[in-house]
């Protein structure tokens, strides 16, 4: 018999305020449901290896927020002891709604299981929170619905919070609202590899993510960020980030290079996590290589204003 557990159940992508809401009445649950001793029930986030779109209709999931690792860690900082990833088969997604709870019971005895106002589950997401309330009550576990919670993006608008919000918001380059409905700036990472190096040749020297980190993530629109990079020692330095196919030399592939400020060595095959800040500018050609460096210095200033002048009037417009 496993020990008795709170979870919840979900997708959990981007893991934002929403999601940290849920983890956060989980954890305050786990003490109200305490056995004495020993102590607060465990929580527990229960999740999928891929969505279940991906199973259910194959080439329909939305590119992901986070990946694995970054997932795994923001559960964990959102409150989650344990992640436990159900591998997202046809055979778990085609259970009735009553055979999945059943399935959730025996393997992890929740005495609560805490989820947002739009939570289904089962076969054709039969079941909602009505049902859920109704087999907790045969089971011996309370069902908690907790209300969508909301950010105010730069333009003050009060939104409710969601995945696909912040997708969209991502997707148009609008990071520092992406980061107020998340709660923490949005990042890749991935290995520094080698590009063409004409940013070396320029003065500029960037390093670039390997694309195999891009696939299957949403990634900002074209365009100069603001970011952080943070390097696998832990030390972090201002960096301007162009994402986009580099128009001036007429490249098609997307690459997302980063120009570290003050950094000095070498970074390839090391691990680099890139923080998102602020949208500076879009990507455009430039009409000789002149140009392109004054831009880019240009670029290392405002990156480095964006350090000490966070969350300006101005953001990534529609």
Request: include cysteine; glycine fraction near 8%.
């Amino acid at each position: 018999m496993p020990a008795p557990s709170v979870i919840t159940i979900g997708n959990f992508d981007g893991v934002h305020l929403g999601h940290r809401a849920i983890l956060r009445h989980c954890r305050q649950l786990s003490h109200q449901h305490a056995d004495h001793p020993p102590g607060p029930l465990r929580v527990i986030a229960v999740t999928f290896d891929r969505p279940p779109i991906a199973v259910l209709r194959p080439g329909m999931e939305p590119p992901l927020i986070d990946d694995r690792a970054s997932h795994t860690a923001q559960l964990r900082d959102a409150g989650a002891d344990e992640v436990v990833y159900l591998e997202a088969t046809r055979a778990l997604l085609g259970l009735s709604a009553e055979a999945f709870v059943e399935m959730l019971v025996e393997r992890f005895a929740p005495r609560a299981i805490v989820e947002g106002p739009d939570f289904r589950f089962g076969k054709g997401r039969r079941g909602d929170h009505a049902l859920l309330n109704h087999l907790g009550s045969e089971h011996g576990f309370d069902a908690v619905r907790l209300p969508r919670e909301t950010a105010v993006l730069h333009n003050r608008q009060v939104v409710p919070v969601s995945s696909s919000l912040v997708r969209w918001l991502i997707g148009r380059g609008r990071v520092e609202d992406a980061q107020r409905c998340l709660g923490r700036p949005f990042a890749v990472s991935g290995e520094v590899v080698k590009g063409e190096q004409r940013g070396r040749t320029i003065g500029v020297p960037t390093a670039n993510l390997a694309p195999a980190a891009l696939e299957g993530r949403i990634i900002p629109t074209d365009g100069v960020y603001a970011c952080e990079a943070e390097l696998d020692d832990g030390r972090a330095f201002p960096a301007a980030v162009s994402v986009g196919t580099k128009p001036t030399f007429g490249q098609q592939q997307l690459t997302v290079e980063a120009h570290l400020v003050d950094f000095e060595g070498d970074l390839y095959g090391r691990p680099l996590t890139l923080r998102f800040a602020r949208w500076l500018r879009d990507q455009y050609p430039f009409p000789g290589l002149e140009s392109l460096r004054r831009q880019l210095r240009q670029d290392i200033a405002d990156t480095a204003d964006a350090q000490t002048t966070p969350d300006p009037v101005a953001t990534k417009p529609l």
